[in-house]
């Protein structure tokens, strides 16, 4: 781009330093419909006020002058300012002050009497050169702009590889980027199609209750109820998805990464131990435990038969067959409790992030070694529990997880695997809980999740002893595989 001069001098502000009237008037006819803005002064300490006053973009100065000569001026300036073209006027012959003027990053000199076209001729070259750096910052910023927005792309594009979840951003009605396992769980023809029309995602959603249909029903707010049931290839899959605005470098509106997080299995699991509930509790209390309520001779004689079973006390029975006939709500009950409670709240939700990194490490490392941290923070949870006003059974519940881990004599891989996957179904129903009544305050009863969570920790002791039970029953519907 050509560089306009008498554009750029229409632009320009400059401050002029001279103590002499006559030359001042001279200077400002020169000047006069040309520049855009001139200040001014008599003397170095007018000049160095006006200079902080109006921050001029060139200045012009005199050596010579009263109260502050040019020199001392220019040397507070640069100071403050190292970058500003100053051109300095003088006499022909004034080396000493020449040489000054180098030191102080003088621009340029004007040998007096100033001659109109050597003025515009030095200006203009000042002023290009104050074009050129600007272009020269715009270029660099746009490259280093570039630079970052690619490096932000490139760590987001590599650390959504590294999941094995899959993701989605999405700004507006445009794919951003999408992972490979977001591509290879869709498959070809359904990814063409949603980056034609990133809508499409909502007619592969199962329209089920319980479940969300449409990406916009999503939000940040309530990620547990981010549930949405998509069937691909007659298979089935549900998903918990995590929603977070993000601001790309180089974007001006927000984008929305959408993570899908498979919890089929969990859900499986969930709704087995929703339909078995009744039929376990019956079958453990048949089977598995001795019932110590009632005793008979005939109960003496098979003594050596139940050796193998351990008494099941009343307050165990409590648990497995309670139902809440008075249930307290959570907007009821949160009227109960003063802010202290807020603080084991907080300890929760951190043994919680705890309990997923221990797990992790379990599984990484199956031992009872590894298993041993996750011990102790299900006992702290469950004690902090116990420190919340009407949750005794609800600790119960969790201690009994603790227990039943500490009594585990080997672990393996495959053992690993199945413990982790009861412990991540319970600590799912933990933290909905938890969300669900000190958060959003929307459950009616406050105890929705003792008796199953009881049941859950019943079924996993089942499954690590090697107990068998039938298995007849229809699964509500449900076929994941």
Not at 374 to 402: G, H, P, R, V
Not at 414 to 437: C, S, T, V, Y
Request: hydrophobic share 35%.
């Amino acid at each position: 781009m050509a560089f306009n001069f008498l554009k750029a001098l229409k632009e320009c502000s400059i401050l002029y330093c001279e103590d002499r009237e006559d030359v001042r008037k001279t200077f400002a006819l020169m000047l006069k419909d040309k520049v855009g803005n001139v200040s001014y002064c008599e003397d170095g300490a007018v000049g160095l006020k006006s200079y902080y006053a109006n921050k001029p973009d060139l200045i012009i100065t005199d050596i010579e002058m009263p109260n502050m000569d040019g020199l001392k001026m220019i040397s507070k300036i640069r100071k403050d300012d190292t970058d500003i073209p100053i051109i300095v006027t003088t006499l022909r012959g004034d080396q000493d002050c020449l040489l000054k003027s180098i030191d102080l990053g003088v621009s340029n000199f004007l040998i007096k009497p100033i001659r109109k076209q050597t003025l515009f001729l030095t200006i203009g070259k000042v002023l290009k050169t104050l074009e050129d750096k600007k272009l020269a910052n715009i270029y660099r910023e746009k490259l280093e702009h570039e630079r970052i927005e690619k490096n932000t792309k490139d760590i987001i594009s590599q650390f959504s590889e590294t999941l094995i979840e899959p993701i989605i951003i999405l700004q507006n009605k445009e794919v951003k980027y999408m992972n490979k396992f977001f591509k290879n769980f869709f498959g070809e023809p359904n990814i063409k199609l949603i980056y034609e029309n990133p809508d499409f995602i909502n007619s592969l959603l199962d329209k089920k209750d319980g479940f969300n249909d449409t990406l916009e029903a999503l939000t940040q707010d309530t990620p547990y109820k981010n549930k949405v049931s998509i069937t691909i290839n007659k298979k089935r899959h549900i998903f918990q998805v995590v929603v977070n605005e993000l601001h790309l470098d180089g974007e001006k509106d927000k984008s929305k990464i959408y993570i899908f997080q498979d919890i089929t299995m969990l859900e499986y699991q969930k709704i087995k131990i929703q339909n078995y509930n009744f039929r376990l509790q019956d079958y453990l209390i048949k089977t598995k435990y001795k019932d110590t309520t009632h005793t008979s001779t005939k109960d003496t004689e098979e003594k050596t038969e139940d050796v193998n079973k351990r008494a099941i006390d009343d307050e165990e029975k409590y648990l497995l067959r309670k139902s809440h006939i008075e249930k307290i709500s959570a907007a009821d009950f949160i009227q109960t409790i003063d802010e202290t409670v807020y603080v084991e709240l907080d300890e929760l939700k951190e043994l919680e992030h705890e309990l997923d990194d221990a797990l992790f490490d379990f599984v990484e490392n199956p031992s009872l070694e590894f298993l041993e941290p996750i011990i102790i923070k299900f006992n702290k949870y469950a004690s902090t529990i116990k420190s919340l006003y009407e949750f005794d059974e609800l600790a119960q519940a969790i201690f009994s997880i603790a227990t039943l881990l500490s009594n585990l004599t080997d672990v393996d891989a495959q053992k690993a695997q199945e413990i982790k996957m009861f412990l991540d179904n319970i600590l799912l129903d933990l933290k909905a809980w938890r969300h669900a009544i000190f958060i959003m305050q929307e459950t009616e009863d406050i105890h929705y999740l003792d008796s199953s969570l009881f049941s859950s920790c019943l079924q996993m002791e089942l499954t690590l002893t090697g107990v068998k039970f039938d298995d007849d029953d229809d699964d509500d519907g449900i076929d994941f595989f």
